[in-house]
């Protein structure tokens, strides 16, 4: 019995294949099949291969040989498009894991530029203080939405939308509706931060890195996993929930912020009509997060899927430009992505939950 077993384990024909073809478990094909099956369960390969189309598409295929689409004017313009969504999307992907949202994020966005503006030229503080100073006060406002929430228990979206109203009334009360000048003293700075043509994106690609390390590779990103996951389990288990939950607040509204400045600087403008720019830009930033596979109800999330959600919805907005269509119809093909997205998002979940629990 033992010699026979022994053939069996040494013939493919009886380990699960023909004579001659290797194994699915072994072999260049099994080593092949299994890498196709881990890249086809990352969620950021289906948004990626959208971004290729779609770039194909308005690239190659609708405009040949008249495409202004890979210009250089062009690129700089949609780095410019995509970069505020991708950061503000970066603090928004924390918060959907921790199964809450921000929609004070647009007015924080326009707000705190104001702020630098008080600062530095009502207070006379020195340009980079100043600008720090207002990045501070947006930590306090997102210290606001977690007190009201996490401590109050109201639900984000009823606090976050009852501050942004807040937030929006100020900057027309404190602007008195009117434009505000950069103050001289910051100008240096706005270079570096969204003056030259790659500032934006070149922040936005550094900060999606660093935010991806955070989530995937440090215990504050795993704590925020396990926290949207199971608040409760995650309490049980040692895990400081509101800690997570008022930093996850505080570092949305930063990020907005820090947009707010950088678009306050590309523009050479403080504008106190910008919350409306400002509140586009977070639903583009939800939208993002949500195409790039990050889930609503909280658990799971990933920055570059939000990072490739902001390509496709910056590529759509510049590309029927470029091609000529009239925006009006945009928010047709927007919504259609967002349930499109939502859609595979919940089958891609079952399918893997159905995964696990034949393999367990």
């Not at 992907?93 to 530029?113: H, K, N, Q």
């Not at 020195?126 to 990045?135: H, K, S, T």
Request: glycine letters at 14%; a positive charge.
């Amino acid at each position: 019995m033992a010699e026979v077993s022994d053939t069996a384990q040494r013939s493919p024909a009886v380990a699960g294949g023909p004579p001659g073809e290797p194994t699915a478990g072994n072999g260049a094909w099994g080593r092949l099949r299994k890498a196709g099956m881990y890249v086809v369960r990352q969620r950021e390969v289906t948004v990626f291969l959208v971004v290729v189309l779609l770039i194909v598409y308005f690239g190659l295929i609708n405009n040949i040989g008249r495409s202004t689409f890979f210009t250089k004017i062009d690129l700089v313009n949609l780095g410019q498009i995509a970069a505020p969504i991708i950061i503000i999307a970066l603090g928004e992907v924390l918060l959907l894991i921790c199964g809450e949202i921000d929609l004070s994020a647009g007015f924080t966005y326009a707000f705190v530029p104001f702020l630098m503006h008080f600062f530095v030229d009502d207070y006379g503080f020195p340009g980079i203080v100043g600008i720090l100073a207002a990045l501070l006060c947006a930590l306090a406002i997102g210290w606001v939405n977690g007190f009201l929430t996490v401590t109050m228990g109201l639900p984000s979206f009823v606090t976050t939308l009852g501050t942004g109203f807040i937030l929006a009334g100020l900057i027309l009360t404190l602007g008195h509706g009117t434009q505000a000048p950069i103050p001289p003293k910051t100008i240096g700075i706005g270079h570096w931060l969204g003056t030259f043509g790659w500032a934006e994106i070149t922040w936005a690609v550094v900060l999606t890195v660093i935010f991806h390390i955070v989530l995937r590779r440090t215990k504050w990103g795993l704590h925020t996993i396990s926290v949207g996951g199971n608040r409760l389990g995650a309490a049980e288990a040692g895990v400081n929930v509101s800690r997570i939950r008022y930093g996850n607040f505080m570092l949305c509204a930063l990020l907005a912020g820090f947009v707010g400045i950088q678009i306050a600087f590309q523009t050479s403008i403080i504008d106190t009509f910008s919350g409306g720019a400002g509140y586009q830009a977070m639903f583009y930033a939800v939208s993002a997060a949500v195409i790039g596979g990050t889930a609503m109800l909280g658990g799971s999330g990933t920055m570059i899927g939000a990072f490739l959600g902001a390509l496709v919805l910056a590529i759509l907005l510049d590309g029927f430009s470029v091609i000529g269509v009239s925006a009006y119809p945009l928010q047709i093909f927007f919504g259609g992505a967002i349930l499109i997205a939502m859609v595979l998002n919940v089958q891609l979940a079952r399918l893997r939950a159905q995964g696990r629990v034949k393999s367990g």
